[in-house]
C-alpha cells in the first residue's frame, strides 16, 4: 500500500462528503423545479378547458344566431321586410 494514502485518506472523506451534499442539493433544486412546472402545467391544463368550453358555446351561439331561418325572421319582423313580388334586372 502506498504510505502516502493515509495522509490523503481525510481530504478524500471530505471530497466524497462534498460531491454527496452537492448531489443532494441538485436533486432538491430539480424536485422543486419539477414540481413547479408540474403546477404550471396543470394551470394552464385547467385554462385550455375553460377555453374549449368558451369556444364550443361560442360555435354554437354563431350557428343558432347565423341560422337562415333565424335571419329571415328577423328580417321581417324588425325591419319589416318582405319577399319582393316582381323583380327587374337593370342592365347598364
Do not use: F, Y
Not at 354554437?60 to 337562415?68: D, G, V, W
Amino acid at each position: 500500500m502506498n504510505p502516502c494514502w493515509p495522509h490523503w485518506r481525510p481530504w478524500l472523506a471530505l471530497l466524497l462528503w462534498l460531491l454527496v451534499m452537492i448531489s443532494a442539493a441538485v436533486q432538491v433544486a430539480q424536485v422543486h423545479q419539477h414540481r413547479s412546472l408540474l403546477s404550471q402545467w396543470q394551470q394552464l391544463d385547467s385554462q385550455r378547458l375553460r377555453l374549449m368550453q368558451e369556444h364550443t358555446r361560442l360555435l354554437l351561439e354563431i350557428s343558432t344566431l347565423t341560422a337562415h331561418g333565424r335571419i329571415d325572421q328577423r328580417a321581417r319582423k324588425q325591419l319589416n321586410m318582405t319577399e319582393a313580388n316582381d323583380i327587374q334586372v337593370l342592365q347598364p
